[in-house]
């Protein structure tokens, strides 16, 4: 097998032909490239994330590695290895700046979220005091809502838990906020507020997180 590449190869060189391939200067490259880049990101970042499709269980990234392989074959095909060495140094590129931003994205995120939940229980604390100056108990009171956001067809970050002791009915109430899905990985856990504006949380410090 080598002798006949070698002795094909010989033949072209002595036909005076040359392997040629397309300019990277046509439209087509970068198109590509940002193809290769983004299918090459989406799958290192969905690779630890389970899908299930029917009874078939796999990661994230089941279908975008080949995808991007298939690009690679594409690239090297078209433009040549130089050209598809520089696409996939720019894929490198990109992992790495995305493996130093994107934890920094989630915990922005989940800040955020943390935001609104904290944001809905003043406001529940609040509708349970005028709810206890009518009454002069909290007791049949309830919450608007039972999770954060609390937006229709929004997912739920925080479940909210009203907790009223029937003895104590009269002064006493606490709200919680417990984190549910991806938020469940927030840095301050469950967040919960009372009848004395006391402001508690299970994990974290307290100025972080309040």
């Not at 200067?25 to 989406?42: A, E, G, M, R």
């Not at 989630?106 to 005028?130: G, M, N």
């Not at 009171?141 to 937006?151: G, K, V």
């Not at 479940?159 to 991806?182: C, H, M, W, Y």
Request: with cysteine.
């Amino acid at each position: 097998m080598l002798m006949t590449t070698q002795s094909a190869t010989a033949t072209t060189a002595e036909r005076g032909e040359s392997i040629r391939f397309i300019p990277v200067q046509s439209t087509l490259y970068p198109w590509l490239v940002t193809l290769f880049v983004v299918t090459f990101l989406i799958s290192n970042i969905n690779a630890t994330k389970g899908v299930q499709l029917g009874p078939l269980i796999t990661d994230g990234a089941f279908f975008l590695f080949p995808l991007a392989y298939i690009v690679g074959d594409v690239l090297s095909e078209c433009y040549g290895f130089k050209s598809t060495r520089r696409a996939v140094a720019i894929g490198f590129a990109m992992a790495i700046l995305a493996a130093i931003a994107y934890p920094s994205y989630q915990e922005h995120i989940r800040k955020t979220r943390r935001a609104q939940a904290k944001a809905d229980l003043v406001e529940y604390a609040q509708l349970a005091e005028r709810y206890h100056t009518v009454n002069n108990s909290y007791e049949g009171f309830t919450l608007p809502a039972s999770q954060s956001p609390r937006e229709e067809g929004a997912t739920a970050q925080y479940n909210l838990v009203l907790t009223v002791d029937k003895k104590t009915a009269a002064s006493q109430f606490r709200i919680t906020a417990e984190p549910t899905g991806a938020q469940a990985e927030d840095r301050c856990g469950k967040l919960s507020l009372d009848q004395a504006s006391v402001k508690r949380h299970s994990k974290g410090d307290y100025k972080e997180c309040w």
